[in-house]
């Protein structure tokens, strides 16, 4: 019996959930159509009668379960469990496994262990390899065919070593891949017959990597101590054939400079006691390069030096500037996110250096789910790119998306706490924040005291009300709450229900439906009153949460007729504010003293609403004076000058009035887009009509 990729996955998702899963939150998650999810359904389940297994059951109301005891032995025997079901490897899983054959065992790399290997035919192999080929060409590599001996592989070590970590990054960015980890984990630690299955020589490796933590004062994610694990165990296998790593002597002066290089002394010196390797100096150089690039759970700042700090601070510190200009936000406490994202950004720095690669299975969704804060996140990486002199790919960029959304979201709001949780993340710091931004904001009363890795949870004494988990942990004196690391609409609404189920017992009043109807009847005729109540009554007591995502106006929706001026000249900058503020005065979404607010901020902060040469964006804290989001647009047909310098002269004059950190962003981001092409620029200064700059926006909105 085989299950495939799709329906392994579909198992995978009704295993890892604490309450039953409607069929139709499935379909939405695995793209394809309820029927598709019951014929599978039944695949599964005989699947899980041949295993001896109970199988999912259909819960009346509420959805698809798979019984305690299923539940229990697919999690202590999940790698084994994923390798029995043999599902059909796809494109790039072939690809991936094929390569690492070639790079890990090329005595092996047969045409018939590639079919082996995969189940794959010899015309399907032939074209992976074709492909495989370029790629390796590409980096430095020569692939080729030696008669009577199999595929043989040409080119610097540096080139195998970047493509082996790449082979690493990508198998734990997919935790559906148990087949091929499992594949590459054997090639890697001869002996071991699954990912699960650690032998001595890991088990050692693990361990001086903790201890390197304490030399380095920090706490790596999860994740990070079984690749780095990974990492080692390859280093040691390629030594064993004689292939060594080669570093720049100036870079080798560099690295040793660093504590990372102590801490990979450490882990190299008790290895060669171990097993009788001693690790060349080049070689600890690279475990350096790795170590200074590892994603971390918690890094304590105090320990590094203002000369180790400077240049990322001012990097971090230009960063923080213009993400606030950019969204026209104000952050409260710039002192916390600067040493939040100087953490993260001191290893993307090296990693970028390096060019270490880092697993990211939540890059695809936090872009998706944060789309307004990640474009925003772009345009300041450009500080990074300078400092690096490198791109930044997507993968790190959304990383960083998550350290700003986890500020944005943070709200001044002072609440009794009646629940103090603890957050169990592998993914590091920012994922942690932006879950822990989330859940504080979405329950009332609720205080996230502490987020921790797997191991960290292992050892720490609870003294919690619940732990919300995005790993399957056992529930023992308190209650587990499991969740992914970005929480979509509806699993916003499943946390909801479940803390409901387990802190809130307070049962709905009797006469909550007769208080409705006492309301309904002040303004409205009721003819079956006894029906309505009942259906009232039925409403109450289902008390199923709601939870409304919030809603972000487009720019069409903000910037009116009603809200467009025209001027051909005004006499003071003060004065422009003043008259592009007026129609936000009229709407009654804003008062007079946020008018002030804005101008009183210029007076003091200096010209920094002039966002590009001829644009001005006035605002300021929506305490100061908002009562509803909004928007105005004046265009001058003479400058005004914002300060003495040229740059900052402006003819068009947009007052954005913000009710919050988020709300706004959606049709700032529209209104960038439109500024940014120069041609519509010079179109909105010349306009003399609200319909010309209707249109230009209808057509920003559209694009």
């Known amino acids: 019996m085989v299950l495939d990729k799709r329906r392994a996955h579909l198992l995978s998702i009704i295993q ?58 697919l999690t202590v025997h999940k790698d084994e469990s994923f390798d029995d079901w043999q599902y059909q490897l796809s494109k790039q899983e072939r690809e991936v496994l094929i390569k690492a054959k070639i790079l890990l065992e090329e005595q092996d790399a047969s045409m018939q262990k590639f079919m082996d290997l995969t189940s794959m035919s010899r015309g399907t192999i032939a074209k992976v390899i074709k492909v495989i080929k370029e790629e390796f060409q590409d980096a430095g590599l020569q692939l080729y065919y030696q008669q009577g001996s199999g595929y043989r592989l040409k080119g610097p070590e540096a080139a195998r070593r970047t493509i082996l970590s790449n082979i690493l990054a990508l198998i734990f960015s997919h935790s559906d891949w148990q087949n091929v980890r499992n594949e590459v984990h054997k090639m890697i630690q001869p002996g071991a017959d699954t990912w699960a299955q650690e032998t001595d020589r890991r088990r050692s490796v693990k361990s001086l990597l903790f201890e390197a933590e304490k030399e380095l004062g920090l706490t790596l994610t999860d994740e990070m101590v079984e690749i780095l694990s990974l990492q080692i165990l390859m280093i040691t296998k390629r030594m064993e054939v004689e292939e060594y790593i080669r570093v720049q002597q100036a870079e080798k002066q560099v690295l040793k400079q660093t504590k990372a290089y102590q801490a990979s002394l450490l882990i190299t010196n008790k290895l060669k006691d171990l097993w009788g390797t001693p690790f060349p100096e080049d070689e600890v150089c690279f475990i350096t390069m790795n170590l200074l690039g590892s994603k971390v759970q918690h890094d304590d700042f105090s320990r590094y030096t203002e000369q180790e700090l400077s240049g990322l601070k001012e990097v971090v510190q230009k960063m923080i500037a213009d993400f606030q200009l950019y969204s026209c936000v104000v952050f409260d406490d710039k002192k916390g996110l600067e040493e939040n994202l100087i953490s993260h950004i001191k290893p993307t720095f090296y990693r970028l250096k390096y060019g270490v690669q880092i697993a990211n299975d939540l890059a695809g969704t936090i872009q998706e789910t944060y789309p307004d804060i990640f474009d925003l996140t772009k345009r300041v990486m450009k500080h990074l790119e300078v400092y690096v002199g490198k791109p930044i790919p997507d993968e790190e960029a959304a990383y960083i998306t998550l350290h700003f959304g986890g500020w944005l979201t943070k709200e001044k709001k002072q609440v009794e706490i009646k629940l103090r949780a603890i957050i169990v993340c592998e993914n590091g710091i920012g994922t942690s924040n932006m879950l822990r931004t989330q859940l504080e904001n979405l329950i009332a009363g609720l205080s996230v005291i502490t987020t921790l890795s797997m191991r960290e949870y292992q050892k720490y004494n609870h003294q919690a009300d619940v732990i919300f988990s995005t790993n399957y942990i056992k529930p023992k004196d308190i209650p587990v709450v499991h969740l992914p690391a970005i929480l979509t609409n509806i699993e916003k609404e499943q946390v909801i229900k479940r803390m409901n189920e387990l802190f809130d017992t307070k049962p709905i009043e009797k006469n909550s439906s007769d208080q409705l109807i006492n309301v309904i009847e002040r303004y409205a005729t009721i003819h079956q009153k006894e029906e309505l109540k009942t259906e009232l009554a039925h409403l109450l007591e289902q008390n199923i949460p709601r939870t409304k995502e919030l809603r972000k106006p487009m720019l069409n929706e903000l910037l009116t007729e009603q809200t467009i001026q025209f001027k051909d000249q005004v006499q003071r900058w003060e004065e422009a504010i003043e008259i592009a503020a007026q129609p936000l005065i009229d709407q009654q979404s804003i008062r007079p003293s946020y008018v002030k607010a804005m101008i009183d901020n210029v007076k003091e902060l200096g010209a920094y609403i002039v966002i590009a040469p001829r644009i001005a964006i006035p605002h300021a804290r929506p305490e100061t004076g908002v009562e509803r989001l909004g928007m105005s647009f004046l265009r001058l047909r003479d400058p005004i000058y914002f300060s003495e310098k040229e740059k900052h002269r ?35 200064i010349s306009a003399n009509d609200s319909e010309t700059v209707m249109k230009l926006i209808h057509q920003s909105v559209e694009v």
Do not use: C
């Open 650 to 684: 402006a003819q068009l004059i947009i007052v954005l009035a913000a009710i919050d950190n988020q709300t706004h962003l959606k049709a700032l981001a529209q209104l960038t887009e439109l500024l940014s092409n120069e041609e519509n620029v010079e179109q909105l």
């Open 16 to 73: 890892q959930s604490t309450d039953p899963v409607p069929p139709k939150e499935l379909a939405a998650k695995m793209n394809v159509s309820q029927r598709t999810i019951y014929y599978d359904l039944d695949q599964i389940n005989d699947w899980l009668k041949s295993e001896k297994l109970e199988p999912i059951v259909s819960k009346h109301g509420e959805g698809l379960f798979l019984p305690p005891s299923s539940k229990s032995k």
